[in-house]
């Protein structure tokens, strides 16, 4: 299981030393808030005002800064996300995912580093399905169900994010309980059929699992490709005594030992 990071925070990335990194809008938000990143916020500002940049043409500098940054200190991809608005509409969200890719090479970020995160709609899938055939690489993100995940392995997509925490947290609701075992939650038996689903019809597109709201569902999920979950919940799993959270810690630099999922699981 390779161990991703899902923020945006350079200390948490240094301390933590995931391969690779994932973000959204809002982990984008909130490590912008960090002193870590008041050099970038000024100066894209600033440049911005003097190009008379739209709002959203700062934020994009923005989101790309952060990226640029978060590149440097892991060694694989980052995830950046197209805005959710573009997700019913493939020629837009392949444009976006085309200009954030140029944003990044302008800076010297090869598309090698980059994951373009798109949302798994029928739209989005199509647009992912165009920019691989362009070379760019894409995440497929906010997927939910088996369904989604096989039409993305259709359309030839790099990764999925199936997510754990929100199908969880609906079920709960639905069921009015207040959790399950981990064999038991909807969200890790999600990200299961999906797992076995791909490994027994040799399809290369990677699974990684996302949305996580407790460190039993990622145990639960070791041995899935990749992983991304929150510093919190990294830290969680590196201060735990078992040798399998240990496997699933911090030191993921060097690389963790794949660990066989349950084939009847
Ligand atoms: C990862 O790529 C996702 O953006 C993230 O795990 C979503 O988690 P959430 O359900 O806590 O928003």
């Not at 899938?125 to 369904?147: K, P, V, Y």
Request: hydrophobic share 45%.
């Amino acid at each position: 299981t390779v161990v991703v990071a899902d923020t945006g925070d350079l200390d948490a990335i240094r301390k933590l030393k995931p391969v690779d990194c994932t973000t959204n809008p809002s982990l984008i938000l909130k490590a912008l808030q960090s002193p870590a990143y008041a050099d970038l916020v000024e100066r894209e500002i600033e440049a911005g005002k003097a190009a008379g940049r739209s709002p959203l043409e700062i934020a994009d500098a923005l989101t790309v800064g952060v990226g640029a940054e978060l590149s440097t200190l892991v060694p694989g991809r980052v995830s950046t996300e197209v805005d959710a608005n573009l997700s019913f509409d493939v020629d837009a969200a392949a444009a976006k995912a085309r200009a954030l890719i140029a944003a990044y090479e302008a800076r010297g970020v090869g598309r090698d580093r980059i994951l373009i995160k798109l949302a798994s709609t029928w739209e989005g899938i199509r647009a992912a399905e165009i920019l691989q055939g362009e070379g760019i690489d894409c995440n497929l993100t906010l997927l939910f169900s088996l369904a989604q995940a096989v039409a993305c392995a259709d359309a030839g997509v790099f990764l999925i994010s199936p997510f754990v925490g929100r199908i969880t947290d609906w079920y709960k609701k639905a069921e009015g309980v207040d959790g399950y075992t981990p064999d038991d939650d909807p969200g890790v038996k999600s990200v299961r059929s999906i797992y076995d689903y791909y490994k027994s019809n040799g399809i290369d597109t990677v699974v990684m699992g996302a949305s996580f709201r407790n460190t039993d569902q990622i145990k639960a999920l070791a041995g899935c490709d990749r992983l991304t979950i929150s510093p919190a919940l990294l830290e969680e799993l590196a201060a735990d005594e078992t040798d399998l959270p240990r496997q699933l810690s911090a030191d993921s630099a060097t690389g963790v030992a794949p660990i066989e999922m349950d084939e009847n699981s």
